[in-house]
């Protein structure tokens, strides 16, 4: 009985060492399959490495042209800081004190929270500023024509094929509902692709910025945006304010109330202090706290990160170039041996 035992145990012994040793010789040939496939990859690497070579040369070779072919963009821009008239200014006391009996007479003190460069950043984004702007300073050519800079004659050089320099006509080939002369709604759209205004959220700042081909006419577009859309609040305040005393004035003339004399006397007199400081400030909504200069490094293209790219890729062609035909080769001689 014992020697049964044994022998069967001996039995289950031999046939788990088979077991392993099949097993461990299986993983043996699946490794040296995936060590084979890895030599076969690397060999068609190998043998196809100056397809890859040559390939990403062109690649480098075209971009570095590419490169050399693009025009420097310049950026030119300011920090502002919205001025204490912007964000309520002495009339934020009078609004709590009256801003109800002032919203009753229909006049708005711009006290409170209103934030005035919050509203003069989204004008200055508006198609009714930007066009007016294009318009007033002539900024349609230099802005749609120009393709470049000739830094020793510093003066732009606009494209031939839209702009007769010659003649001053617009001779652009673009089809209908457009017209040889760009569109406001082109001339918006070509000027809000090279023009940023941006505020930071933790210290109000502003930054304005505008990317062009010729530093100095960035620098004196950026210069330019900002005195005009100080310009153009500032227009708005006196003229608001103005319509204000008017109205206050005529109340105060009909009402025989004592109380409500006194509060139209204190408006009408903050109302005046309004068109005196937009009067005599020029910078009323934004102090410009680092003024635009003409930028003597180019912000763009960059060249070196064009010309890496385009190695990254040749690369990559190259291989894919290289695997597709071994492919085409391989299939291409196992149907000739099949025939």
Not at 35 to 64: H, M, P, R, Y
Not at 85 to 92: D, N, R, Y
Request: negative net charge; proline residues 3%; hydrophobic residues 40%.
């Amino acid at each position: 009985m014992q020697k049964e035992i044994e022998q069967r145990l001996s039995n289950i012994e031999k046939a788990l060492g088979a077991q392993t040793s099949q097993s461990l010789g299986s993983e043996s040939r699946h490794y040296d399959e995936d060590e084979i496939d890895l030599l076969a990859l690397w060999n068609v690497v190998w043998q196809g490495k100056w397809i890859i070579i040559g390939i990403t040369f062109v690649f480098a070779l075209a971009s570095v042209f590419y490169a050399l072919s693009l025009p420097n963009i310049y950026r030119a821009q300011a920090l502002l800081a919205p001025s204490e008239e912007s964000q309520g200014g002495g009339l934020s006391a009078l609004a709590g004190q009256f801003g109800g009996l002032a919203s009753l007479a229909g006049v708005d003190l711009g006290g409170g929270s209103t934030d005035k460069s919050v509203i003069a950043i989204e004008l200055m984004k508006s198609r009714r500023f930007v066009n007016g702007f294009i318009h007033k300073h002539g900024l349609l050519v230099p802005l749609v024509a120009a393709k470049g800079w000739d830094r020793n004659a510093d003066r732009l050089i606009l494209d031939s094929e839209i702009f007769e320099e010659g003649s001053g006509k617009w001779v652009r080939d673009v089809s209908p509902p457009k017209t040889a002369k760009p569109s406001d709604w082109e001339a918006y759209k070509y000027f809000r692709e090279i023009f940023v205004v941006s505020q930071d959220k933790k210290t109000g700042l502003v930054t304005v910025s505008v990317e062009h081909f010729s530093p100095v006419t960035a620098q004196q577009w950026v210069s330019l945006l900002v005195s005009e859309i100080n310009m153009f609040m500032r227009s708005r305040e006196i003229t608001e304010a103005e319509k204000s005393i008017e109205f206050l004035t005529q109340e105060l003339k009909s009402t025989s109330v004592a109380d409500m004399r006194t509060v139209f006397s204190q408006l009408i007199e903050e109302q005046t202090k309004k068109v005196m400081l937009a009067s005599v400030r020029q910078e009323y909504t934004f102090t410009t706290i680092d003024p635009a200069v003409k930028p003597e490094e180019k912000d763009s293209p960059k060249r070196s990160l064009i010309v890496l790219l385009a190695l990254i890729l040749g690369g990559i062609v190259g291989l894919i170039t290289v695997f597709v035909r071994h492919m085409f080769f391989v299939n291409g001689s196992q149907n000739e041996s099949a025939e």
